[in-house]
């Protein structure tokens, strides 16, 4: 794939991809960063590509990897940083976005990633399994925990449970 060829991948999916990073990043700055780091190496990385996978699937994994070696890199920060530090700025967020902000925190890492492709980028499962590297099944189980543990952060019906009230 030639730099052109490329160039047009880029356009083609830089507007999700930054959708998808910010979901996972929540700030501006971290999200554009990790697209494009993503589209560099997988650019740098282009002759390694197989066509027995869809294009997609090899960005879509390349810019998950990126994100979950930011939220890893954010983790030992946060580990290792000084006690009574002052919080950091939230800018001018409503009460909403920021309790869904805590909640999605509270979501397991790879988890938080399946919801930010299957709900952001409408994703199939499928998909999911072959960007990630595992089953469909264990693709609905993180999707289910991560959806349950949102439920749950923010004291929402279950959607299951709300189903069942009804009949």
């Known amino acids: 794939m030639d730099e052109r060829a490329?160039?047009?991948?880029?356009?083609a999916y830089?507007?999700?991809?930054?959708?998808?990073?910010?979901?996972?990043?929540?700030?501006?700055?971290?999200?554009?960063?990790a697209v494009q780091r993503a589209l560099t190496n997988c650019f740098a990385a282009r002759a390694?590509?197989?066509p027995r996978w869809p294009l997609s699937t090899w960005l879509y994994r390349a810019l998950t990897n990126v994100c979950l070696d930011e939220l890893r890199r954010r983790?030992?920060?946060?580990?290792?940083?000084?006690?009574?530090?002052?919080?950091r700025a939230i800018g001018r967020l409503d009460v909403e976005s920021?309790?869904?902000r805590r909640a999605l925190e509270r979501v397991p890492r790879e988890a938080r990633v399946l919801l930010?492709?299957?709900?952001?980028?409408?994703?199939?499962y499928g998909e999911l399994a072959r960007i990630r590297g595992i089953s469909v099944n264990t693709v609905k189980s993180q999707l289910a925990r991560g959806k349950t543990i949102l439920h749950q952060t923010l004291d929402l019906p279950d959607g299951r449970s709300a189903r069942r009230r009804g009949r």
């Open 116 to 124: 930010a492709l299957r709900y952001v980028d409408g994703l199939s």
């Open 14 to 33: 830089g507007a999700r991809f930054y959708a998808v990073a910010f979901r996972l990043l929540h700030n501006r700055a971290d999200a554009e960063d």
């Open 98 to 100: 920021v309790d869904l």
């Open 48 to 50: 390694d590509y197989s």
């Open 6 to 11: 490329f160039a047009r991948v880029t356009e």
């Open 75 to 87: 983790r030992v920060r946060a580990e290792h940083a000084e006690a009574g530090a002052p919080p």
